[in-house]
Each structure stands twice: as C-alpha cells, then as structure tokens.
C-alpha cells in the first residue's frame, strides 16, 4: 500500500514520468475537476442556506485536513487533547473513524480524553456531551 500512496502522491505532485503516468493524468485530472464543482456545489449550499450549518456548544479545533497520512496530525491532536487536559479542561477528540488505529492510539495514549468516532461528528459530540463536560473539541 505504501508504494501505491507514494506513487499517487507523485502524480499529484506532478513528478511521476513512468509509462503509466500518461493514463493516470487525464483521469485524475478529470476526476479533480469533478470533485472541485462538488466542493463549490456543497459550499454555495451552506452560503445560502440549503444546507444548514450546526454549531456546537463549546470552541471547536480542526486540526489539517483530510490526507492520507504522515502530515503529523495525530501527534498534534494529542499534544493539544495533553494541554488541553493540564489546564483542567475537558477536551473531546472527534473522528471519522477511517482509520480505527488512530482511535486506539488516542485511547491509549489518553485514556482520561473522550473520543467521539462517527460518520456525523456533530451528532456524535451532542451524544457525548448528553453525558459528560465537554470544554473543547478537537477535529
């Protein structure tokens, strides 16, 4: 898996010059174009209104964005979830839950943080907050 990552990443950086990368161009290019208008699609959706935007009762962290890995993003939530915690402030970590080891890192590492994995992080936390302190969450 990991040389396919690398490979793709190649693409994407545009550095990939092997005999396959001449297929791979125009479908990823194509594909990124798709995926760009369903981007503008969602976000002129939330501007006015068509998809409402919900808010939840305590500061909210993102933390990066979606990538495959090696950015440093989990060790960065767990630094903050660590400080968060010294100052006696309760924070929630939510996730997706796409890759199940990063929530068994974050349980080990800080078994006294809460952490919220589902599909829909805004419900999850609400259920979580239902019965515990939340001061902040953490994306």
């Not at 369903?38 to 305590?58: D, H, M, Q, S, W």
Request: glycine share 10%; net charge positive; aromatic share 12%.
């Amino acid at each position: 898996m990991s040389k396919l990552k690398n490979y793709f990443r190649l693409l994407a950086e545009d550095k990939e010059k092997g005999p396959c990368s001449r297929f791979w161009y125009p479908v990823l290019g194509a594909a990124s174009k798709g995926y760009g208008r369903a981007v503008e699609i969602r976000r002129k959706n939330y501007e006015t209104g068509k998809r409402p935007r919900r808010k939840l009762p305590f500061p909210v962290v993102s933390v990066g964005n979606l990538t495959w890995g090696g950015s440093g993003k989990t060790p960065f939530v767990e630094y903050l979830a660590y400080r968060i915690n010294e100052i006696q402030k309760r924070a929630l970590i939510l996730t997706r839950g796409y890759s199940q080891d990063e929530v068994v890192q974050y349980r080990e590492h800080l078994p006294y943080v809460l952490v919220g994995t589902g599909k829909d992080r805004y419900e999850t936390a609400m259920a979580i907050r239902e019965k515990h302190r939340v001061d902040l969450g953490i994306l």
